[in-house]
């Protein structure tokens, strides 16, 4: 074994509640794990939404490293709280959440400790990370159909059935269904209509349902990638809307507008909620949304 005054210091920001609660058992083995790397672990259990974030403020700048284990709200946090304090500490994730979004659409493990190994022995890439106002996003930055299914889904519901149990929420909601009249402006080009769906992103699928034409998404090109569904009009462009996204030709459906920009201008009307990595952003008026270019340090 090394010695500990030459480890690297790893500090573990474990959700013990996320998802189906898998994490807990593990923990003894993920930290083994990092052990084995070179790594002296330091363990913190959160017990309170925002934890995570205030942990990393404090503590990152004395870590090597900074391994998010939970949903992708607790990598949030963790990325979020290195982005306000200016640290660029290599962040891992192990993601153990109900649907694990960014896992997914990073193509990372999501078996908990198959994750913990890439992660204690893989390499360092640099992704864009998107800035909504004074928020973070990693992944994603929606609203509409679905944006508020990630918060207010019944968590057992989740927990049994991941993405399909928001599609089976939202069917039994239809009322939540319904368009907003939007301005976004992106890099000066005004959009303006009737949405029912939007999204900024830094992704090439948003919910695994969603997915962008290939070669169109680049992860660290400096740009976010803005997606807009107009509200179709009668039963045959809602066909169209529905064939183009399962299909996954989002790109020559006339009802979907997709553009890509470095700083998006947000009209947000009375009522209407962000879901920011799966978290509820709050209400606002105006929002300013830009790319933080290589601001996250992706180790695994």
């Known amino acids: ?59 990152a700048a004395s870590h090597d490293l900074i391994v998010a ?22 962040v891992g994730y192990i993601p153990c959440g109900s649907t694990n979004e960014f896992a997914t659409a990073q193509q990372l493990p999501t078996d908990i400790l198959a994750a913990a190994r890439s992660v204690a022995n893989g390499g360092v890439r640099a992704l864009d990370l998107g800035k909504f106002g004074d928020q973070i996003f990693c992944g994603s930055a929606i609203f509409g159909a679905f944006s508020w299914m990630a ?25 939540m269904l319904k368009p907003w009249h939007m301005k976004i402006t992106v890099n000066g080009v005004p ?17 695994g349902i969603l997915h962008y034409p290939d070669g169109f998404v680049a ?27 399962y299909a996954r030709q989002i790109g020559a459906c006339p009802l979907i507008e997709l553009a890509q920009a470095s700083n998006v201008w947000v009209d947000n009307p009375d009522g209407l909620l962000w879901s920011l990595d799966g978290e509820s952003s709050g209400a606002f008026r105006t929002a300013h949304v830009s790319v933080l270019p290589g601001a996250l340090k992706l180790k695994g």
């Open 69 to 90: 284990a939970g949903g992708d709200g607790t990598l949030n946090e963790v990325v979020s709280g290195l982005a306000h304090v200016g640290i660029t500490v290599p």
């Open 151 to 175: 918060y207010t889904t019944d968590q057992e519901l989740k927990n049994r059935l991941g993405m399909g149990a928001y599609v089976l929420d939202g069917a039994f909601d239809p009322a």
């Open 1 to 59: 074994m090394k010695a500990m005054s030459n480890k690297k210091k790893c500090l573990l920001i474990v959700n013990p509640v996320a998802g189906r609660k898998s994490i807990q058992k593990d923990i003894p083995q993920i930290v083994r794990i990092f052990m084995d790397a070179g790594y002296l672990v330091t363990t913190a259990v959160t017990a309170a939404k925002g934890e995570a974030e205030a942990l990393t403020r404090e503590y």
């Open 191 to 207: 959009h303006e209509d009737e949405y029912i769906f939007g999204a900024i992103s830094n992704a090439e699928s948003l919910a």
């Open 219 to 245: 992860l660290d090109d400096g740009l976010l990638e803005v997606l807009l569904i107009r509200m179709p009009k009668n039963f045959t462009e809602w066909q169209q809307v529905l064939h183009s996204i």
